[in-house]
């Protein structure tokens, strides 16, 4: 079996008494674009400091193509990386900036060159090579960084938020640049944000963050259709939750009571479930249909009252609470018949595909 | 009616013109004082430099012409220049060691470096003095040790003026360092590493090109303080090294030379004007593009 090309394993670090990463384990593959995504405080910005070599961890081992790297320093890792703050070196250039790397790599002059033009043309700058960062724009910079990052042709790019001091425009134009820079280059990413939308606009793969420990990694597509956790569902799409009683759970699959309403079967089920026990029934508004009466006998649905109708363009917010209170959303497309004359108020009934909603236990 | 409650802008000219100039009025006492403090005093000694004994530049003749004189401005500035190198290979490292320490350590540093600033300076000349002489405490641990067998000469000559001044100097050059190096973000210097630079190219081409304004500007004032040093190269020094300041107070007290003075003063005064316009041309107003 050949060594996978990026391999963290069992790493911690801990500051004094403050636990910044429990136990990160992760598989990273070559020219993989990799996202770590999670709250702020989850250990993200930690796990890449560690990979760039600025901090030692506790515990754990960090594997490149098989090859221990934490015995390296910084400067002996031959990896990329562009920061959340602007760090382009303000006394130098553009040119001199993405220069720099290969200057201290002692390449030649003509080399050099060459090589600074054909970045400034990836990250499309042609033209602002004699310019100081400090006559460029925030998105400019950054793209320059990437440049920088970028010339010495690293088998890892490290990125920490490189966006979030951008306007929302701007963010997403950039995003795009990354994912063509991503594709020409063939770069193996590792990408942090706690913006859910980037993680799923740019990675090939979302590693979910969580106190210090990652909650599940898979596709976007994955981590949305079959959340591990309730936290993971919460962070990726929308989400209601509803308390409901476990009657009975059999091959990770649960029947399920909401209320006093009828038992729905076949459930997916997290965590431990208990028979008799209580569980959080995870839906999403997208994932519901409405109908304009009570519910019935044998539908996965549930009885619940129109609570709010907001129109939001092209789909239509309904919101209702279920019997137990708790507000459940529901989100159509405009000009659904079911929505026609629907008013604060009304009863109505919430159907769901058993498959596509989650209980989450304990 | 409406003119009386809302002053439009033909109105509001005028009076910020008057504001502007009462402001002005209550700077004169603040002008008198210094016109009457410093500027009468160097005018006068100009007007001694070229009256007495006779009117004319025979004092400035015998200043620039004698080899004995220009010795001693040429002492003055080596010793300046000395002072200030050594001031500032000592206060790099100590800056930055202060810029990136805890800041409750820091400000311990800086506790200590106020205390020695306010300290009367003749007292810390003295202390110096009994530290460096021949049987100093400097030189009995060395005899003591077994490390020399002679004492070192080391008051009464170059090296105690060095000492003594660096010393002296220090604070200046550590505190508008510690300022530069505390603004340059950590992040600029982690991503010089990942780029590949070692610590030394890291130090020489980022962060040494980054605290130049304030290398530049520490220096200028620790060279210019030196040129102009009394009581520290009086006590430390040596006959054959003598300064400026020295020259000029033998000019005054032991000759009753005000002519001579006045001109040696003022040569100093213009060499010191003039690093003073440099640095203002170099670092003035556009300091460091980048920032
Ligand atoms: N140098 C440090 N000393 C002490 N605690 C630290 C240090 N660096 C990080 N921590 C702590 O470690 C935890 C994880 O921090 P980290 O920066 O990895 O979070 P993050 O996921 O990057 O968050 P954010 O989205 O806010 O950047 C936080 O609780 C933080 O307070
Ligand atoms: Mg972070």
Redesign the interface.
């Known amino acids: 079996m050949t060594a996978p090309f990026l391999h963290i394993r069992g790493l911690r670090k801990d500051y004094g008494i403050v636990n910044a990463v429990k136990d990160v384990n992760l598989t990273v593959e070559r020219g993989e674009f990799m996202t770590f995504l999670g709250p702020s405080g989850s250990g993200k910005s930690t796990t890449l400091y560690i990979l760039a070599g600025f901090e030692n961890p506790t515990a754990g081992d960090i594997l490149l193509n098989g090859e221990s790297l934490i015995a390296t320093p910084s400067h002996k890792r031959n990896i990329g990386m562009v920061f959340q703050r602007y760090t382009l070196f303000p006394h130098l250039s553009v040119g001199e900036n993405i220069a720099f790397p290969l200057k201290v790599r002692r390449w030649g002059k003509a080399a050099i060159d060459a090589r600074v033009r054909k970045m400034l043309q990836l990250v499309r700058l042609e033209g602002f090579e004699d310019r100081k960062p400090a006559q460029m724009s925030g998105g400019q910079q950054q793209r320059v960084a990437l440049a920088r990052a970028l010339a010495y042709d690293p088998p890892v790019l490290l990125m920490d938020e490189p966006l979030s001091a951008l306007d929302k425009k701007l963010r997403e134009e950039i995003q795009h640049e990354i994912r063509r820079i991503h594709q020409e280059t063939e770069v193996t990413i590792l990408y942090v944000t706690h913006d859910q939308e980037e993680a799923l606009r740019l990675s090939d793969r979302i590693a979910v963050f969580s106190k210090g420990v990652i909650d599940q990694i898979g596709t976007g597509p994955e981590l949305y259709a079959d959340p591990a956790t309730r936290f993971v569902a919460e962070f990726i799409g929308d989400s209601d939750f509803v308390t409901c009683r476990i009657l009975s759970a059999k091959d990770g699959r649960a029947d399920l009571s909401i209320g006093a309403g009828a038992s729905i079967s076949g459930v997916p089920v997290h965590g431990t479930a208990v028979a008799g026990g209580t569980a959080a029934l995870m839906l999403r508004p997208e994932r519901l249909s409405l109908r304009r009466e009570a519910a019935r006998e044998g539908t996965s649905g549930l009885s619940a009252s129109v609570t709010d109708i907001t129109f939001l363009g092209s789909s239509i917010h309904v919101a209702a609470a279920a019997p137990s209170g708790e507000t459940i959303s529901v989100r159509l497309p405009f000009g659904h018949e079911a929505t026609s004359g629907l008013s604060r108020g009304d009863t109505v009934s919430l159907d769901f595909d058993p498959e596509t909603a989650h209980v989450f236990c304990g | 009616m409406t003119l009386l409650t809302e002053p439009d802008n033909r109105t509001a000219a005028p009076r910020a013109r008057s504001v502007r100039s009462r402001n002005f009025a209550l700077t004169v006492p603040a002008l008198v004082l210094l016109v009457v403090f410093f500027i009468l005093p160097v005018v006068s000694l100009l007007l001694r430099s070229v009256m007495e004994p006779e009117p004319g530049l025979d004092n400035y003749r015998a200043l620039l012409g004698s080899t004995t004189y220009l010795k001693i401005f040429l002492n003055t500035f080596s010793v300046s220049a000395l002072v200030t190198i050594v001031t500032l290979a000592i206060g790099f490292p100590v800056a930055w060691a202060l810029a990136i320490m805890p800041s409750r350590w820091a400000s311990i540093v800086f506790a200590v470096l106020l205390l020695s600033m306010w300290t009367n300076l003749l007292t810390r000349t003295y202390a110096w003095m009994v530290l460096l002489q021949r049987t100093g405490v400097i030189n009995k641990t060395l005899m003591g040790l077994g490390l020399i067998s002679e004492p070192l000469p080391l008051v009464n000559n170059l090296v105690g003026v060095t000492i003594g001044m660096t010393y002296i100097m220090l604070p200046f050059i550590i505190l508008p360092l510690y300022g530069v190096i505390r603004k340059i973000?950590p992040?600029?210097l982690?991503?010089?590493?990942?780029?590949?630079?070692?610590?030394r190219?890291a130090l020489t081409?980022?962060l040494i090109?980054?605290a130049a304004p304030g290398m530049v500007s520490g220096a200028l004032m620790v060279f210019v303080m030196s040129l102009g040093y009394f009581v520290t190269p009086a006590l430390l020094g040596g006959t054959a090294n003598m300064m400026l300041a020295e020259l000029i107070a033998q000019f005054v007290q032991s000759l009753v030379n005000w002519g001579m003075g006045g001109a040696a003063a003022l040569v100093l005064l213009i060499v010191t004007l003039t690093l003073y316009a440099v640095q203002l041309r170099l670092f003035g107003t556009a300091r460091?593009?980048?920032?």
Do not use: H, K, S, V
């Open positions: 973000d992040a600029i982690q991503a010089a590493a990942l780029c590949g630079a070692t610590r190219q081409r980022i090109p980054l460091m593009e980048g920032r």
